[in-house]
């Protein structure tokens, strides 16, 4: 079984402020990790990959498979960073269930000016 | 390119009743997946077909059925609906794996 864990609902901070939106896993085989955002009235889109290893927006995740976490970092927030972000897992069950997708809760993020 | 288009966008059904969503993948995708997303929680998968075959479905009841077309669009069908099955319902698309580009959804209440 694979599970998403995001613990906070509700972040705020204020703009300039580092922040970092938390996700925990749980999935025993090798996994691959994905951060969504989800910006006011519009769809649900991919933010970053964890093998892609690149900065989105200023955003950057490490995966740290020994603690199972995939935290999404920025060193200062601006405004227009304010979201809905959602951690999600792909992984293969037992051979089945091919390029599923479990998402975590969300956290919403606001940045205050 | 107008991304995954999903249609309707909102619909009203009564108990009981049976539904069908569209969904139209980015041209050149040829996997398409479903997700259901219930207020104040992520997304939960239904089910994933590539090249109009199964390859993956989470844990819903049988009530839920998909399929997919020669032109790699979907539909998903609900049966007997229950009031719990009012939810926003997402459609995503991938042309390499797990790089999922997602619709704008269908808001369905059931009533």
């Known amino acids: 079984a694979q599970r998403v864990t995001q613990p906070e609902k509700l972040l705020s901070v204020f703009k300039g402020a580092p922040v970092e939106l938390k996700c925990n896993y749980s999935?025993?085989?090798?996994?691959?990790l994905f951060w969504y955002v989800q910006y006011s009235r519009q769809r649900l889109q991919l933010l970053l990959r964890h093998i892609s290893r690149e900065s989105i927006k200023g955003f950057t995740a490490d995966l740290n498979k020994g603690e199972t976490s995939f935290h999404l970092k920025k060193p200062f927030a601006q405004e227009e960073d304010s979201a809905m972000y959602y951690c999600?897992?792909?992984?293969?069950?037992?051979?089945?269930?091919?390029?599923?997708?479990?998402f975590g809760q969300g956290t919403i993020l606001t940045v205050h000016p | 390119d107008a991304g995954v288009t999903q249609s309707p966008t909102h619909l009203i059904k009564t108990r009981g009743q049976q539904v069908t969503l569209r969904c139209s993948p980015i041209?050149?995708?040829?996997?398409v997946s479903w997700y259901q997303q219930v207020l104040g929680q992520g997304p939960q998968f239904i089910f994933q077909y590539y090249e109009k075959e199964e390859r993956g479905r989470g844990n819903f009841p049988d009530r839920f059925s998909a399929r997919q077309f020669p032109n790699y669009s979907s539909e998903l069908n609900v049966n007997a609906l229950l009031l719990g099955d009012s939810a926003l319902y997402l459609c995503?698309?991938?042309?390499?794996?797990?790089?999922?580009?997602f619709g704008q959804g269908t808001r369905l209440t059931v009533v």
């Open positions: 999935y025993s085989g090798s996994p691959e």
């Open positions: 995503a698309s991938s042309f390499l794996e797990n790089e999922a580009f």
């Open positions: 041209s050149g995708h040829k996997s």
């Open positions: 999600a897992l792909s992984g293969r069950d037992g051979g089945t269930s091919y390029g599923k997708l479990t």
